[in-house]
């Protein structure tokens, strides 16, 4: 269960680094419709991690993820907390790292890749009643899509583990797009599908 989770705090250091990091760079890339270039970026960051963290520790890489495996009696309560300790430690990690590493003005302005209510610096974000939606509406499709194949051990047998990721990432990436894409806000990085990533860019932007 230990490596498990040190599995899950790794993968999701490593996840919120590349998968922040690659948005704000379509975002900030210079073309013409930058927001088309996101839901692929997050379909290839996602499925890499899914392929790589699924056989180890289950790849949830978020406490959505788990509480849903949880409620499924897929993992135990205790595993549960340990997992979700460990995504929260790990969200925390790889924002720091973005942070240190990163250009100030351009995590300022893009909130690193968090939930930019009403603006932050210069972000151009939603209302905190639109994020609320957005959240909800998205997160829903998301498990309703991608979990409800992914904790099917019938299903995932049938489909096999690259389709399973494929069809698990490929509802992320269209949750993020629609979420992009249907608020018209130029510096909104799209929903967090992931309560780690959403509370713990705040943290990272402190003494901003």
């Given at each position: 269960?230990?490596?498990a989770?040190?599995?899950?705090?790794?993968?999701t250091?490593?996840?919120?680094?590349?998968?922040?990091?690659?948005?704000i760079?379509?975002?900030?890339?210079?073309?013409?419709h930058?927001?088309?270039l996101?839901?692929?970026?997050?379909?290839?960051?996602?499925?890499?991690f899914?392929?790589v963290?699924?056989p180890?520790?289950?790849?949830?890489?978020?406490?959505?993820?788990?509480?849903?495996?949880?409620?499924?009696g897929?993992?135990?309560?205790?595993?549960?907390s340990?997992?979700?300790?460990?995504?929260?430690i790990?969200?925390?990690?790889?924002?720091?790292?973005?942070?240190?590493?990163?250009n100030?003005?351009?995590?300022?302005?893009?909130?690193?890749?968090?939930?930019?209510?009403?603006g932050?610096?210069?972000?151009?974000?939603v209302?905190?009643?639109t994020?609320?939606?957005?959240?909800?509406?998205?997160?829903?499709?998301?498990?309703?899509?991608?979990?409800t194949?992914?904790?099917?051990?019938?299903?995932?047998?049938?489909?096999?583990?690259?389709?399973?990721?494929?069809?698990?990432?490929?509802?992320?990436?269209?949750?993020?797009?629609?979420?992009?894409t249907?608020?018209?806000?130029?510096?909104?990085?799209?929903v967090?599908?992931?309560?780690?990533?959403?509370?713990?860019?705040?943290?990272?932007?402190?003494?901003?």
């Open positions: 269960m230990w490596r989770a040190l599995t899950e705090l790794v993968a250091a490593c996840l919120m680094f590349s998968l922040t990091c690659s948005i760079s379509c975002l900030d890339s210079g073309e013409v930058p927001k088309l996101v839901p692929f970026a997050v379909f290839i960051v996602v499925f890499l899914l392929m963290t699924v180890l520790s289950g790849g949830h890489m978020s406490p959505i993820f788990t509480f849903i495996a949880t409620l499924k897929l993992i135990t309560l205790s595993r549960a340990i997992y979700v300790l460990a995504q929260c790990g969200s925390i990690m790889g924002f720091l790292v973005i942070k240190i590493v990163m100030q003005n351009e995590a300022r302005n893009y909130s690193l890749g968090g939930c930019s209510v009403n932050h610096g210069g972000a151009s974000g209302s905190a009643d994020a609320l939606v957005l959240e909800f509406a998205c997160t829903f499709l998301v498990l309703f899509v991608g979990v194949v992914a904790f099917d051990k019938r299903r995932c047998n049938e489909l096999g583990l690259a389709m399973v990721c494929v069809i698990v990432a490929g509802s992320m990436a269209l949750a993020v797009f629609v979420s992009i249907v608020t018209g806000q130029p510096g909104y990085a799209g967090g599908l992931n309560p780690a990533r959403s509370r713990h860019a705040a943290p990272s932007m402190t003494n901003e």
